[in-house]
């Protein structure tokens, strides 16, 4: 079994930043892939980041990409989501989760565990 906690939401202007992180429990942490997910209000949950089990490989949405860098500390249990430049259309629950294997997927129907989700909301 493996719980994770995220923290590091809040309120910020637009072009502000904010960093993200998920603590996991676990003794095999490090040998996950982890992702972030995002969900407004009324829209589905949507990738935004997932980086290998290593930390060597790492994968963006689109619309994220230049702004957000995901990165783990394996030594800590850590994830972090680094989010620079935030738009109003960043607004959501972030929420992380680990796939049971090394690699990174976009489809969250392939994370098994997922945390709590902390609010992110950008006023313009």
């Known amino acids: 079994q493996v719980q994770l906690v995220e923290s590091g939401g809040g309120l910020v202007q637009a072009g502000g930043s904010l960093r993200l992180s998920c603590a996991a429990s676990g003794r095999t942490f490090s040998r996950y892939a982890m992702g972030w997910f995002r969900q407004a209000p009324g829209k589905e949950r949507e990738f935004v980041a997932g980086?290998?089990?290593?930390?060597?490989?790492?994968d963006y949405a689109d619309s994220v990409k230049g702004r957000f860098t995901i990165s783990r500390d394996n030594a800590k249990n850590t994830v972090y989501l680094q989010m620079n430049s935030l738009k109003p259309e960043d607004t959501a629950v972030y929420y992380c989760?680990?796939?049971?294997?090394?690699?990174?997927?976009?489809?969250?129907?392939?994370?098994?565990?997922w945390g709590q989700g902390t609010q992110v909301t950008v006023s313009s």
């Open positions: 989760a680990v796939k049971r294997s090394v690699l990174v997927t976009t489809d969250p129907k392939k994370y098994d565990y």
């Open positions: 980086i290998s089990w290593s930390g060597g490989s790492t």
